[in-house]
């Protein structure tokens, strides 16, 4: 019997150009710097927006500049030094097909299944998603270092297929998204030729299409040259694009994912999967068939390769803009964005790194992916540490779901372990080591294709039933126990192919059939939980995840009866988090003169004002509970519906090679994906729950914070404190303090006779926006931090900076 998987040979010997010239058509060496320039500048404008050094607010006027100034003059530039003497059409043509394709079939499908109550903007919206890509700001640098060196003629294809989008695509989605706006006002007073005219002239006002044609018409009049006197200027603008559009990508990608709601899972995965797997594959299968006409075989080739990559870049920023524009989809669309940004850069390095290689040689495409899934599970198996050992020190590991994201966790954790034996055990003769780590391997292999589904299953038992209904145990046999099941059934039943090293077709056919069944039932499982997910909102069922609240007792009256429960004896008032404290931190002079006449009522007999180290406090109890509490529903889900994605290129894999004896070359490429995917879950895990708030970032930040101004800094007068903490301190003493009192701040009980006032920080996060005194989430934070640092306000036990959060924080008498 036949190796599956690499037979290759008789396809590549009749259509394929030779090894070299394939090789030479990329410069690999250069698209890993490309990329983490790319990538690098991205996550510093994320650092920066996560760290509010810039606010949503202010990083607006970056992407006014970037959208309205730096990108028109870009287009322009490039429009008018053009040269349509080197363009391939007929690739020109394919490109336009495929986005056309792709733009109609979301549309069509998303017309069919959404609700009637917005199926026009959402066909408009997800069609635009799906088609328009990041061109300029990620796409062009990647082209460049694989293309200029080799094919420089294909740079200039970014700035012919952008306009596609721009001036074809969008203005359909635009006039469907008007559509939905017209049916929602409900008048019906605009008539359909209104509608058209609108779209039209927001087209024509978008100044990338204006300029586009703006470029075009100076292409022929001023013969592909830009005047001297204004060379210098559109080149200034046009080289400011780069650094800061990717900056700015960084910063709107900030707090996206907090948008990520339930009902959007599926919504998620289909556009995904349509962006990057649907949309290179119809590339480059147009472009297959319509550039028969080019000569060079290899140029051929080459162009098929950058149709592929073409179709890989990720969706496009200004699509949330024209979310928030038409107020539709914007969870959707946001926090696609960025995952599929952060997923197109693995599929991107590993298919051009792939379409660099020698294909005639199926053992060296062997060897090769054996060595890519070794070293990623090497990578991968000291993240996996990590993130157990996160798990295990927050005692998150003992509530659910995370005591089943635990058992995954170990499945990948032996899937790692399990590669990296069988690499040093394949290659021997030794065959009870081999069946041994295959054991290992596969087991714990499929044991990461079913936990997804089942962590699903389990997030909508505790959505309906606020319980599980089962005891866990059920899931976690079957969670270990059906991949032992297939696994014991292929090694009796099945057997050992010859001469193959690969461990997901050990045991030939057989095998293959088995990771379809184990995969599609975990597809058929985890879709239907994540589609019931949809169906409902967590919001309702906050109350059933225990928030700590039931453990304080707000008082309404200050003779409220209190009804004390048995403790041992000893001084009652001894559990007020702020009884036998330390000095209050003094206050800059001029704040304590505008705070003196306007200190609220004096607090209760029982009350008291400072910090102390009492462990029996209720709400210093309370933000404990809250911090293993958290069942950190969303990073669940997105766990779900990303490992569900590399299901379904599992299973398109191995249907691909079950029905097709010459699998051809992009399915080399899924496999490739395919071992990224299965022995890279490490990293996911590891950016999902590895980093955790309060065990690692919190202390973190605390650490280099006293590192940085260092221990003085702490004990020094607040007259020392910058003028612009003075001011912002002054002004809420003096103007708004009473207000903010009176509408947020609550009596709660901290100890069996003591109550204190005080206030959660996202409550004073809300009312600082609902006053107008910050604009947006960021500044209102920025607010709070400077309140604190000038002693207007702080945490119950002085532990915390000032954070949005279900932290507790009281005002300073």
């Given at each position: ?207 990338i299409v204006f300029m586009v044609v703006i470029g075009i018409i100076a292409h022929f009049v001023l013969h592909q040259t830009i005047p001297a006197f204004m060379a210098e200027f559109v080149d ?104 599929s940004t952060f997923l197109s850069a693995p599929i991107m390095y590993v298919s051009a790194w792939l379409l660099t290689m020698r294909w005639k040689d199926p053992q060296f495409l062997m060897n ?123 090694l009796i039943s099945g057997e050992k192919m010859s001469g193959t090293i690969d461990s997901l077709f050990f045991y030939g056919k057989p095998q293959i059939i088995c990771t379809i069944v184990v ?295």
């Open positions: 019997m036949e190796t599956p998987g690499f037979n290759f040979s008789s396809e590549e010997e009749e259509d394929a150009p030779d090894s070299a010239a394939l090789s030479a058509a990329m410069s690999i060496d250069k698209l890993f710097p490309a990329l983490l320039e790319c990538f690098g500048i991205i996550l510093c404008g994320y650092i920066a927006g996560r760290a509010n050094i810039i606010t949503s607010t202010q990083a607006k006027g970056l992407g006014n500049f970037v959208s309205k100034f730096a990108l028109p003059a870009l287009l322009f530039k490039n429009m008018v030094l053009l040269d349509f003497g080197n363009v391939i059409w007929p690739f020109l043509w394919s490109i336009l097909i495929a986005k056309v394709s792709v733009f109609f079939i979301v549309c069509a499908l998303t017309l069919i299944v959404a609700s009637p109550e917005s199926r026009y903007s959402k066909a408009g919206l997800f069609s635009i998603f799906a088609t328009q890509s990041n061109d300029f700001a990620l796409g062009y640098p990647i082209v460049e270092a694989l293309y200029k060196s080799t094919y420089p003629e294909y740079l200039q294809y970014i700035y012919l297929v952008a306009p596609v989008s721009l001036m074809l695509l969008n203005p359909i989605g635009f006039a469907f998204c008007e559509v939905q706006k017209w049916k929602d006002e409900g008048n019906h007073q605009q008539s359909k030729l209104m509608i058209v005219g609108l779209v039209v002239l927001q087209v024509l006002k978008n100044p200034g603008l046009a080289n400011s694009f780069g650094g800061a559009a990717l900056f700015y990508l960084g910063l709107s990608m900030v707090g996206q994912l907090r948008k990520l709601t339930r009902s959007t899972v599926v919504t998620l995965i289909l556009l995904i999967t349509a962006k990057l797997l649907l949309m290179p594959l119809i590339c480059k299968d147009m472009v297959d068939l319509l550039d028969n006409s080019n000569t060079s075989t290899s140029n051929h080739s080459s162009l098929s390769n950058y149709a592929f990559l073409y179709g890989v870049f990720p969706t496009a920023p200004s699509v949330a803009i024209y979310a928030v524009y038409y107020n539709a989809e914007l969870e959707v669309v946001t926090s696609g964005m960025v995952i090769a992916l054996q060595n890519v899934s070794f070293n990623i599970s090497i990578v991968s198996l000291v993240a996996l540490v990590w993130t157990i050992a996160v798990m295990f020190l927050s005692k998150k590991f003992k509530r659910l779901p995370h005591m089943f994201t635990v058992n995954l966790l170990l499945a990948q954790f032996l899937t790692c372990i399990g590669m990296i034996l069988w690499n040093f055990v394949v290659k021997g003769d030794n065959f009870i080591g081999q069946v041994l780590t295959f054991t290992l391997l596969c087991t714990s292999l499929y044991s990461t294709f079913v936990w997804p589904g089942l962590i699903a299953l389990s997030l909508v038992l505790v959505k309906s039933f606020e319980d599980l209904r089962v005891t866990p145990g059920v899931l976690v046999i079957a969670g270990w126990g059906i991949p032992a099941l297939v696994t014991a059934v292929l995969v599609a039932l975990s597809i058929l499982l985890g879709g239907g939980s994540l589609v019931c997910l949809s169906r409902g909102s967590w919001a309702q069922n906050d109350s059933s995840f225990g928030t700590g609240e039931d453990l304080v007792t707000e008082a309404e009256a200050e003779n409220q009866t209190v009804v004390e429960p048995f403790n041992p004896p000893g001084d009652l008032n001894r559990a007020c988090l702020i009884c036998d404290c330390a000095q209050p931190q003094p206050m800059p002079d001029m704040i304590i003169s505008t705070n003196m006449n306007d200190t609220p009522p004096t607090a209760l007999a029982g009350q008291c004002e400072n910090r102390c180290e009492s462990t029996d406090c209720l709400l210093v109890q309370v933000e404990e509970f809250q911090q293993v509490a958290d069942r950190q529903v969303a990073r669940h889900v997105l766990l779900c519906l990303l490992l569900t994605v590399s299901l379904l290129a599992n299973l398109s894999s191995c249907l691909w090679l079950l029905f097709n004896r010459i699998p051809g070359r992009l399915y080399l490429e899924l496999q490739f994906f395919c071992a990224v995917a299965n022995y890279g879950q490490g990293f996911l895990s590891f950016a999902l729950f590895g980093l955790d708030k309060h065990l690692i970032i919190v202390p973190f930040k605390k650490r280099l914070y006293s590192l940085w101004y260092g221990k003085k800094q702490e004990e020094q007068l607040q007259s020392d404190l910058p003028e612009d903490v003075r001011m912002t301190c002054t002004q809420f003493t003096k103007y708004h303090k009473d207000q903010c009192f009176h509408d947020i701040v609550k009596k709660r009980r901290c100890g069996k006779r003591t109550m204190v006032d005080c206030f959660l920080g996202c409550e004073l996060v809300e009312w600082l926006q609902q006053v107008g005194l910050a604009q947006d989430h960021g500044e209102a934070v920025l607010y709070g931090t400077r309140l604190q640092q000038g002693g207007v306000l702080q945490h119950i036990k002085q532990e915390y900076s000032f954070q949005d959060s279900r932290l507790y924080y009281r005002f300073m008498t």
